[in-house]
């Protein structure tokens, strides 16, 4: 991939965005050209270094002793309540809406994850205590 131009976009908020344009030499008779790209010249690519900056900042932060513990305990909080919602529950999407209602269906939605929970923890009890 070579060089090809830099150029700047500006969102409405009014970040700038600065982009390094690469472009292939040549793609004709690469047998991989229909899995790299549906255009019909050459191989561009498009990266922003800031982007790459950041990413980079986020995996190093991930990978320290401080980020490990932090997502270890994201792990055990809410993420997993979400997860059997979403997989077990089939819970996708709010039934009702404004701010007032969702908050009331998040609540039943709790009520009935911790009563079930506890259900669980209650049957486990009782099979230990019949052995």
Not at 40 to 45: M, P, Y
Not at 93 to 115: C, D, P, Q, Y
């Amino acid at each position: 991939m070579h060089f090809r131009k830099e150029s700047k976009e500006t969102l409405q908020s009014g970040y700038e965005i600065h982009k390094r344009h690469y472009r292939s030499q040549s793609c004709e008779g690469c047998p991989l050209k229909e899995r790299c790209t549906k255009a019909a010249g050459n191989r561009e690519v498009v990266v922003s270094l800031e982007r790459l900056r950041y990413q980079k900042q986020a995996r190093d932060i991930l990978r320290s002793e401080e980020g490990y513990a932090l997502a270890v305990r994201r792990m055990t909080e809410p993420e997993s309540v979400f997860g059997q919602l979403k997989n077990n529950r089939g819970f996708r999407r709010f039934l009702i809406r404004g701010m007032e209602k969702v908050t009331l269906e998040v609540g039943w939605l709790s009520l009935a994850h911790n009563m079930l929970k506890q259900a669980t923890v209650d049957q486990k009890r009782k099979v230990a205590i019949l052995q």
